[in-house]
């Protein structure tokens, strides 16, 4: 299995491959050629991408979501939820949780109205019960991991590493350290979806903003 983290724009998107490939998180606006360039660094032909992965529909999470799915032909998927919101190119924000999320909450929201995202067809809406991939030769599975957004989803990998999407945050300009998420719709639901994420066997976890970290340190902000 390789993962290949693929910085597009204000998003860490990965690369899994084994049997094939999988793609999860499309990064922000206009960054398809990123993509290619990434892709053709990996080795991997753009038709080898069998599945595009959408953790939630955030713009920075689908901005280029219609770029990279005409490129490689793959479906994509993403809960049923939010599915919507890309179709409708629709750039909702979750309201801040701690100080500093407010704070920076706030400064995004006077930008929002100016980001534009392509909107793009959902191929796989996702219900609650998730998604197997190993008819895309990935062994692991996609998750309902809710709370940063009703339909955030993350990709546990049978060897125990995590594609979270938001549902950590490591990194400036968010977190200093890796934690929960400074912006979030529902904080019950998300300390729900991390002890789901742990017990199922997460112990690498690999968020959208900021550099991974072991699981270690979700079970202690559980705990805290
Ligand atoms: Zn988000
Ligand atoms: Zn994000």
């Known amino acids: 299995m390789r ?58 999470h689908v901005g280029s979501a219609r770029d990279i799915r005409k490129l490689t032909g793959a479906g994509l998927a993403m809960h049923e ?20 999320g407010r704070i920076l909450g706030g400064i995004l929201s006077l930008s ?12 796989l809406k996702l219900g609650n019960e998730g998604l197997s ?40 300009p968010l977190r200093l350290a890796p934690g929960f998420p400074i912006l979030a719709e529902d904080v019950a639901a998300l300390r729900e979806s991390w002890r789901l994420l742990l017990a199922q066997g997460a112990r690498m976890i690999y968020p959208a903003h900021g550099k991974p970290f072991e699981a270690d340190v979700m079970r202690k902000a559980l705990a805290g």
């Open 112 to 123: 929002l109205p100016f980001v534009r995202i392509p909107a793009c067809r959902v191929d």
């Open 133 to 172: 991939l190993a008819v895309y030769g990935i062994p692991g599975r996609v998750l309902h991991t809710p709370g940063h957004s009703p339909g955030s989803m993350s990709v546990l990998l049978d060897s125990g590493e995590a594609f979270v999407g938001d549902l950590a945050m490591n990194g400036f």
């Open 3 to 60: 993962i290949i983290p693929v910085t597009l724009g204000f998003d860490q998107c990965y690369l899994l491959q084994a049997g094939g490939a999988v793609l999860v998180d499309a990064g922000t606006p206009g960054k398809g050629r990123a993509f290619a360039k990434a892709l053709d660094r990996a080795g991997i032909a753009p038709r080898d991408v069998k599945l595009i992965v959408v953790t939630h529909g955030h713009w920075d």
């Open 81 to 100: 939820r939010e599915a919507p919101w890309l179709e409708n190119a629709l750039t909702p924000l979750p309201p801040g949780v701690t100080a500093w």
